[in-house]
């Protein structure tokens, strides 16, 4: 499996914004869609983006619909999770994975068997 590692968190205020990365570990990222959770302490692993990869049609949860962005850039074997206008509720360990085909179910983390080891975003309320 492709290795995935996720970096770009950190500790940002309350409106400010971060952008993550997700970088493969061989030149295969451009075969898979790629999907972004995140996990908050005492809570279950929540999907928040996936993007396909052949169309780069891309999908959001409804709480971070808005706010944040997800891109990919082929060339450069990267995922990006461009969040924006972030909030005290955005704290959490943000993980990039390989996505079902057609970013499928990409919401169920059950669905999804490759991870990266995550990268923790910190938002003070």
């Known amino acids: 499996q492709v290795q995935l590692v996720e970096s770009g968190g950190g500790l940002v205020q309350p409106g400010g914004s971060l952008r993550l990365s997700c970088v493969a570990s061989?030149?295969?990222?451009?075969?898979?869609?790629i999907a972004w959770f995140r996990q908050a302490p005492g809570k279950e692993r929540e999907g928040i983006s996936c993007?396909?990869?052949?169309?780069?049609?891309?999908y959001y949860a409804d709480s971070v619909k808005g706010r944040f962005t997800i891109s990919r850039d082929n060339a450069k074997n990267t995922a990006y999770l461009q969040m924006n206008s972030l909030k005290s509720e955005d704290t959490a360990v943000y993980y990039c994975?390989?996505?079902?085909?057609?970013?499928?179910?990409?919401?169920?983390?059950?669905?999804?068997?490759?991870w990266g080891k995550g990268t923790l975003v910190t938002v003070p309320s």
């Open positions: 994975a390989t996505a079902p085909p057609l970013c499928r179910n990409w919401y169920d983390y059950r669905a999804i068997d490759n």
């Open positions: 061989e030149r295969t990222l451009d075969y898979y869609p």
């Open positions: 993007i396909n990869d052949g169309d780069s049609s891309t």
